[in-house]
């Protein structure tokens, strides 16, 4: 263990643990970044309004059935009236959204958020309201049920700037809340007890005006729905358990369309049992997945207006290739030492990893107020300018820190290539790697591995001034 090789090695194996170290404080900043991100959104609906859901219109009616019972016996016989609270649900038979978002970008700082307001309008009709008519469950009972109520829920009321509601020609006046139970954020009107009669059916139509963050959900509840829906947003994100039917994404905004059945979906008996909605929930670097169905939530489709260049998400993925870096450079320092018998001192590998490591910092600080394209380069070039002229020196000669200046250019070429790539990023990377493990197997074809243990082995080479 004496043996010059295995001490340097020991110092080469210190000096990677030491670089970890360095690549995993790194990777903790850009997590911090991410939470202040993250905080920076919820800052913003706190103080606007957070991802809107629409739940509705609908129509529902609470009721009470109440009953005597007879109770005890001789003189303690009396009777007891015995009551069953439950509410009565009508969905519409069609229900057509059109819709329009106009985004509006808000900043904390070095953050900035996504928010939009939606224009839409809403179109519902239902059959006879025979669903409204309650049913008795004990012979004599009394029913008493409160007047038919129309609401719209939504995922948060502050976001409501403006609605009116158009029933049969005329203007109904629209209240806060909903006076239901599990959706009770969102808007309602007191109906007639005329509509309960009617034989030909309700329409009703809605215009609203909305603001929200980030992404804005809807719930299918009618027995035919269709939802168009247009935005000047180049990037959105189709989620939930319906993608759109139709869809345009155009560098100007796009338009999707979606055609829904009450047979493909459950939405309207699990909205009627007061189910909550099945939501993304979305985090900063990718879109989480969708509660799986059978999960107790109702069915809904979303879409997320998303930032496709998040700084956080690639720097992150970057620095998951840092290892593959420090490595691959270590290897081209070994070869140049191996092959031109240099002796290269383990605190030049230290500060040739710890440029390595400073490029990805670099990375993640320029990009917080650049372009990530253009922050990528300004590293990239930052950090090969400086390996290639400490290599100069390194190595002996220009002429040798030259081709390391430029292998350092195109591992960084490559590694860009891998982050612009979603799909294929592993065959790529795989077929680098295996490019470079035979460039190095054929370099060292003709090396005496043994030789290199001996003690004799190291006396011809020769120290760097």
């Known amino acids: 263990m004496k043996h010059p090789w295995f001490t340097k090695l020991a110092a080469l194996a210190a000096v990677v643990l030491l670089l970890l170290f360095g690549l995993g404080q790194i990777e903790d900043v850009v997590q911090d970044r991410q939470h202040y991100r993250s905080m920076t959104a919820q800052s913003v609906a706190n103080s606007l309004a957070g991802p809107q859901t629409l739940i509705g219109p609908l129509i529902h009616s609470a009721c009470v059935e109440s009953w005597d019972v007879e109770t005890g016996k001789g003189e303690e016989r009396r009777m007891e009236e015995r009551r069953r609270e439950f509410r009565l649900t009508a969905m519409p038979e069609q229900l057509q959204l059109t819709s329009g978002a106009a985004m509006e970008e808000r900043a904390r700082g070095l953050h900035k958020v996504n928010t939009y307001k939606l224009k839409a309008h809403l179109a519902a009709q239902w059959a006879p309201l025979t669903g409204l008519q309650p049913q008795t469950t004990v012979k004599g009972s009394r029913m008493q049920c409160g007047a038919p109520i129309l609401m719209l829920g939504v995922g948060d009321a502050r976001g409501i700037r403006t609605a009116q509601l158009t029933l049969g020609g005329q203007t109904l006046a629209l209240k806060p809340g909903t006076f239901h139970p599990i959706y009770s954020r969102g808007l309602h009107a007191m109906l007639p007890e005329s509509v309960l009669g009617g034989l030909d059916g309700l329409a009703a139509t809605l215009d609203l005006e909305l603001v929200g963050t980030e992404r804005l959900s809807i719930v299918p509840l009618g027995s035919n729905t269709e939802v168009q829906l247009e935005s000047g947003w180049p990037h959105p994100s189709f989620t939930g358990r319906f993608l759109p039917s139709e869809r345009e994404v155009r560098d100007d905004g796009f338009t999707a369309q979606w055609r829904l059945s009450s047979l493909a979906t459950t939405a309207q008996q699990d909205i009627a049992q007061g189910r909550p909605v ?51 450079t270590f290897v081209a320092v070994g070869l140049f030492e191996l092959m031109k018998r240099l002796r290269v001192h383990p605190v030049q590998y230290l500060l040739v990893g710890s440029a390595l490591c400073s490029f990805f910092l670099l990375l993640l600080s320029l990009s917080e107020h650049l372009p990530f394209g253009a922050s990528y380069a ?4 930052a950090c090969v300018l400086l390996l290639g002229y400490y290599a100069s020196h390194m190595l002996g000669s220009v002429r040798r ?4 200046g430029a292998g350092m250019a195109l591992l960084y070429g490559l590694l860009y290539l891998l982050l612009q790539l979603e799909q294929t990023a592993l065959v790529v990377g795989a077929l680098a ?10 370099l060292t074809r003709h090396v005496n591995w043994y030789a290199l243990t001996s003690a004799r082995a190291l006396a011809p080479a020769q120290a760097l001034p």
């Open 378 to 381: 300004l590293a990239a070039t």
């Open 433 to 442: 790697l295996f490019t470079v493990l035979a460039l190095v197997m054929v």
């Open 278 to 328: 099945c939501l993304a929930s979305s985090d900063d670097d990718e879109q989480a997945a969708i509660t799986t169905p059978g999960g107790g939530c109702a069915d809904s489709f979303s879409v997320a207006f998303i930032d496709p260049v998040n700084p956080y998400s690639l720097a992150q993925r970057a620095i998951k290739y840092g290892v593959l870096f420090i490595a691959l």
């Open 401 to 404: 820190g030259l081709p390391f």
